[in-house]
């Protein structure tokens, strides 16, 4: 009889990677990549325990709540995973959050008395809000790229696609703008405009330096945020011993490409 | 005073400090422990290795260290006390008007008290902020809108007793109105740190004035637009001033947008103190120039009348304070 395999390395990997794509909803920042992810333990039965804390005890809890719910629901979507619960660590209002996720409750559930609907709205407003920093970003980098406002407003999705970016980074940039582009414009075929507002329609023209004044005014705010965070999760978190035990693991290295777009977005801009 | 290399006088006010008593005798429960800590934390985050506390400092610092840090080592001629009761984490409050009284009779000359006001308080503290005005004259109240309250996490400015409080406090005298939102507004499922409700009673309260500490970060997105639109709001810069040292180019940053949105007349230096120390980030801003990039694309200058008009000249006027006598009056002291 073959003993069997053990393959717990590539289901953490796997476990990691489904929560390299939850963001904070607030910054729009992978919560991997803020360090908010603690530990991941695997048991043997395939059920995934994921331990978190954010940079204050005193976070808003709506927002930890979405990630403590978007991080049940990606890695539960991995087929092999037989459960799954997030434990929130360190917070004002870890035991109820951590009830209300564990019980697949939603936040109004699990906030009976406190709230007077779920996060639908909360997370809308923030998306939008996430929508304007990725253009901006995007926007800035092919204008220093000697775009004119002219030509990027003429520019269609398949125009947008093919533009060679030599920079991981910059794709990096592009890639996260397509993604929540669709959102805001689902119906665009490749011809239809690249740029589009908030409400899916052309940007226009002569109107184009307030706009882009307005969504730095964004992405400035947005970036400040996260960096302020960092900082905070640095000095709260750096005296803690490492988690201890065979079955924990470090977050795994970015791959090159986030690793690129991270040091673009702050190395510089620090 | 701050002198410059070419021998300027810059008077300073220090527009947000506290003494506050965080020791662990006066923490009513671990809400009182976390609360100071997270405080702590914003220290060791951002200021220079040298200015960073034990604990136990920074749990209770004291008035004399506290002169020492503004007045002595720290450039500022006076100081604003901005108090935070937090009556449900410490047992006789962190930071009241009243222990802050304490320090304006020592250091009269140095220090404008504020006091506070929470609308949940009904009545009774509608009589208690008369008798703040009767018995300290105080022309100024700060608010903490998340502040815990029993089942209550917090407030907006737009609630009905809200409202009635910003009526008394005109009819009183009262001027200036500091606002720092926080994270737990109910219901919970609503953006606590939406400054809406500031653009509402900045509407509605158009002869008081509105400084929104910390420059509504985290929505100094919002912030920004709605003070272009209400020419009664202001922006305090405490935590923005304190990325100076260590994150300078996103201190540049966000002086270019409130520069651009807020203007040159609307912004108020503030330490936070005992957070932060002012001598640090006063030395680093008058020394700090806005990069190229960001002076050519927002049109905006920090320009050294900027800088003054930041340190002490907007927060003058709006407390009353003449500089050229105040300053007769503390060097003949």
Request: hydrophobic share 40%; with cysteine; charged share 25%.
């Amino acid at each position: 009889m073959k003993p069997p395999v053990d393959n717990s390395a590539e289901k953490l990997q796997e476990v990691w990677a489904r929560l390299a794509v939850v963001c904070d909803p607030e910054l729009d920042e992978p919560v991997t990549d803020m360090g908010f992810i603690e530990a991941v333990h695997l048991d043997p039965d395939d059920s995934v325990r994921v331990h978190f804390r954010l940079p204050t005890f005193w976070c808003a809890p709506n927002f930890a709540f979405l990630m403590a719910n978007d991080m049940r629901e990606a890695v539960a979507r991995l087929p092999w995973v037989a459960g799954v619960s997030v434990t929130l660590a360190d917070h004002c209002y870890a035991e109820q959050i951590n009830r209300g996720v564990g019980q697949g409750h939603s936040f109004s559930q699990t906030f009976p008395d406190e709230s007077s609907a779920d996060l639908h709205d909360l997370r809308a407003r923030f998306r939008q809000k996430a929508f304007q920093r990725r253009q901006e970003l995007l926007l800035r980098h092919l204008r220093d790229s000697g775009y004119t406002p002219q030509a990027l407003l003429r520019l269609s999705l398949a125009e947008l696609g093919e533009i060679a970016l030599d920079e991981p980074g910059n794709r990096h940039l592009r890639a996260r703008y397509l993604e929540i582009r669709k959102e805001f414009a689902p119906d665009g075929g490749p011809d239809a405009p690249a740029f589009v507002t908030l409400q899916g329609q052309p940007i226009e023209a002569p109107d184009f330096a307030d706009y882009m004044t307005a969504l730095r005014r964004v992405r400035v705010n947005a970036e400040f945020n996260a960096n302020l965070c960092r900082g905070l999760l640095r000095v709260r978190y750096e005296a803690e011993p490492p988690t201890q035990g065979a079955d924990a693991t470090d977050p795994p290295r970015l791959s090159p490409d986030l690793s690129a777009a991270h040091s673009d977005h702050y190395s510089s801009k620090t | 005073m701050f002198k410059t290399a070419d021998g300027e006088s810059i008077f300073v006010i220090d527009a947000h400090i506290h003494l506050w008593d965080a020791r662990p005798e006066n923490q009513r429960n671990i809400h009182g422990a976390q609360f100071i800590n997270c405080f702590h934390d914003y220290q060791k985050a951002l200021s220079p290795e040298e200015y960073i506390w034990p604990a136990d400092k920074f749990q209770n610092y004291g008035p004399e260290t506290l002169y020492e840090d503004l007045f002595v080592q720290g450039y500022a001629d006076m100081a604003i006390c901005q108090p935070t009761y937090l009556t449900d984490f410490y047992k006789d409050g962190f930071n009241t008007t009243e222990q802050n009284a304490q320090l304006k009779e020592m250091y009269p000359d140095r220090i404008v008290l504020n006091g506070a006001f929470d609308p949940r308080d009904g009545e009774a503290g509608l009589e208690y902020l008369e008798a703040l005005v009767d018995t300290h004259g105080i022309i100024g109240v700060k608010l903490y809108t998340a502040e815990w309250r029993g089942d209550s996490k917090g407030y907006k400015l737009s609630d009905p007793w809200a409202q009635r409080y910003l009526e008394k406090a005109q009819a009183l005298g009262i001027k200036n109105i500091h606002v720092h939102k926080g994270p737990t507004i109910l219901p919970l499922n609503r953006d606590a740190f939406d400054v809406a409700d500031i653009d509402d009673a900045a509407t509605s309260f158009p002869a008081l004035n509105f400084i929104v500490d910390h420059v509504g970060l985290p929505r100094l997105d919002d912030f920004c637009w709605i003070a272009v639109q209400e020419p009664n709001v202001y922006g305090g810069l405490a935590v923005a001033s304190a990325f100076v040292s260590a994150r300078p180019r996103y201190f540049a940053e966000i002086m270019a947008e409130l520069l651009f949105w807020v203007g040159e007349d609307r912004l108020l230096f503030g330490s936070d103190y005992g957070i932060w120390q002012p001598k640090w980030i006063i030395e680093k801003f008058m020394a700090f120039e806005l990069p190229e990039d960001l002076r050519a694309e927002t049109g905006v200058d920090l320009t050294p009348a900027v800088k003054k008009k930041i340190l002490g000249e907007n927060a003058a006027k709006l407390y009353g304070i003449d500089i050229e006598a105040q300053s007769a009056k503390l060097q003949a002291n």
